[in-house]
């Protein structure tokens, strides 16, 4: 059964060797793409959407969301908005909601949350745990995340939960709570930054992810500079997150290795802080993704569109590169070659946009432009 997608206004196609595609079709084919080119040269199909001149992007790969949580955090952010400043304090105020509620309810906000997401065009997203800090409690917000995603992330290492001192829960970390949690998770994260984990303790525990079979990220030189970004490219993890104060040295190493530095400008804006510099990674060569981070405390959007607006307009990033971040991006931040592209064999996730093309989206912030959505070739 094929189904072919005509009349596509612009294409962005996420594919650097053939990015964009102006009077476009596709061809989708059990779940994934058959075929990709111009209208005039389409093959024929067993069905037809004609989508009227709209633009067409690859479903979104958002690859930074911590959706497992319970609670609220309107009061920090109201407190911000008069001045107060972010410190990531307030992550111990989501554990205790999160440790309080039953299964079934963080089940459900979290699957609300992914829901959200895909009727915005994200069809890819990462889910870390990290609002559990117990060894039972990280384990089931990463049961939860595996029901939701292949994208998992072990972040035991969120924050020193009160009570417990640093050393005895790094060693908790890195052993028994890593061993509860490996059979659920793909990736490990650490949140390297003063007031969370020092580089000793970054380097520990990661390497003890890496031995169990766990891919590498690292939320790196958010709150001010730090090794995060450089213990990232040493250990050869996939992305360095935030990436919003970089030395000279930092952003070297970033060139020189394969890990993506992944911006997330929703926190910057919902913490008032001032955005990294997305010009300096991509002139000095570096893979820049473009992710929500979607979490209770800093950065409580789903919307990977209005992400990527604001890394238009305040991250000096063209819209090009902003919605090649975001898809292509993401993959390269996850490591997956199936989904950010849309190629012959890629997996049929695409957004049709009620926009002649992906220009729009920064061009015209805030206003809803998914049109519909594609998952593995079903239209939502
Ligand atoms: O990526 N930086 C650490 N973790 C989250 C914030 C979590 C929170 O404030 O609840 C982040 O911004
Ligand atoms: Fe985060």
């Given at each position: 059964?094929?189904?072919?997608?005509?009349?596509?206004?612009?294409?962005?196609?996420?594919?650097?060797?053939?990015?964009?595609?102006?009077?476009?079709?596709?061809?989708?084919?059990?779940?994934?793409?058959?075929?990709?080119?111009?209208?005039?040269?389409?093959?024929?199909?067993?069905?037809?959407?004609?989508?009227?001149?709209?633009?067409?992007?690859?479903?979104?790969?958002?690859?930074?969301?911590?959706?497992?949580?319970?609670?609220?955090?309107?009061?920090?952010?109201?407190?911000?908005?008069?001045?107060?400043?972010?410190?990531?304090?307030?992550?111990?105020?989501?554990?205790?909601?999160?440790?309080?509620?039953?299964?079934?309810?963080?089940?459900?906000?979290?699957?609300?949350?992914?829901?959200?997401?895909?009727?915005?065009?994200?069809?890819?997203?990462?889910?870390?745990?990290?609002?559990?800090?117990?060894?039972?409690?990280?384990?089931?917000?990463?049961?939860?995340?595996?029901?939701?995603?292949?994208?998992?992330?072990?972040?035991?290492?969120?924050?020193?939960p009160a009570g417990m001192d640093a050393d005895s829960y790094v060693r908790?970390?890195?052993?028994?709570?890593?061993?509860?949690?490996?059979?659920?998770?793909?990736?490990?994260?650490?949140?390297?930054?003063?007031?969370?984990?020092?580089?000793?303790?970054?380097?520990?525990?990661?390497?003890?992810?890496?031995?169990?079979?766990?891919?590498?990220?690292?939320?790196?030189?958010?709150?001010?500079?730090?090794?995060?970004?450089?213990?990232?490219?040493?250990?050869?993890?996939?992305?360095?997150?935030?990436?919003?104060?970089?030395?000279?040295?930092?952003?070297?190493?970033?060139?020189?290795?394969?890990?993506?530095?992944?911006?997330?400008?929703?926190?910057?804006?919902?913490?008032?802080?001032?955005?990294?510099?997305?010009?300096?990674?991509?002139?000095?060569?570096?893979?820049?993704?473009?992710?929500?981070?979607?979490?209770?405390?800093?950065?409580?959007?789903?919307?990977?569109?209005?992400?990527?607006?604001?890394?238009?307009?305040?991250?000096?990033?063209?819209?090009?590169?902003?919605?090649?971040?975001?898809?292509?991006?993401?993959?390269?931040?996850?490591?997956?070659?199936?989904?950010?592209?849309?190629?012959?064999?890629?997996?049929?996730?695409?957004?049709?946009?009620?926009?002649?093309?992906?220009?729009?989206?920064?061009?015209?912030?805030?206003?809803?432009?998914?049109?519909?959505?594609?998952?593995?070739?079903?239209?939502?």
């Open positions: 059964m094929t189904t072919l997608i005509d009349g596509i206004g612009l294409l962005y196609t996420g594919d650097p060797e053939r990015e964009e595609i102006a009077d476009a079709a596709l061809v989708l084919e059990d779940g994934l793409i058959a075929w990709v080119g111009p209208a005039f040269e389409a093959p024929a199909a067993d069905t037809r959407v004609d989508v009227a001149g709209r633009g067409v992007i690859p479903g979104y790969v958002d690859s930074h969301a911590h959706l497992v949580f319970a609670g609220d955090r309107t009061a920090e952010f109201k407190a911000r908005m008069s001045g107060r400043p972010y410190t990531g304090g307030g992550i111990r105020t989501t554990v205790a909601a999160t440790r309080q509620a039953g299964y079934p309810e963080l089940a459900a906000r979290a699957r609300g949350l992914v829901n959200e997401m895909l009727a915005q065009g994200t069809t890819t997203v990462e889910i870390k745990s990290g609002y559990g800090l117990s060894v039972e409690d990280e384990r089931r917000s990463l049961e939860i995340a595996s029901g939701l995603t292949d994208e998992t992330t072990f972040l035991g290492a969120h924050v020193v908790l970390v890195a052993g028994e709570m890593l061993d509860a949690c490996a059979p659920y998770a793909k990736w490990v994260d650490v949140f390297c930054e003063r007031g969370a984990f020092d580089g000793d303790q970054t380097r520990e525990i990661l390497a003890a992810g890496l031995k169990a079979g766990l891919g590498a990220r690292v939320h790196a030189n958010q709150l001010g500079e730090g090794p995060g970004v450089r213990i990232a490219c040493e250990l050869g993890a996939a992305s360095a997150d935030h990436c919003t104060h970089l030395t000279t040295a930092d952003v070297d190493a970033l060139a020189s290795s394969g890990t993506v530095a992944t911006l997330l400008p929703g926190a910057e804006f919902s913490t008032r802080s001032p955005y990294p510099d997305a010009r300096r990674l991509i002139d000095a060569g570096v893979t820049v993704a473009l992710a929500t981070d979607c979490n209770p405390g800093s950065s409580f959007t789903s919307s990977m569109a209005f992400c990527l607006a604001l890394a238009v307009r305040e991250m000096r990033m063209t819209p090009l590169e902003a919605i090649r971040a975001a898809t292509y991006g993401g993959a390269r931040a996850l490591r997956r070659t199936d989904v950010g592209w849309l190629r012959r064999g890629a997996r049929a996730d695409l957004v049709v946009l009620d926009a002649p093309s992906y220009v729009h989206l920064a061009y015209r912030p805030g206003v809803p432009l998914v049109h519909q959505v594609f998952h593995h070739g079903l239209l939502l």
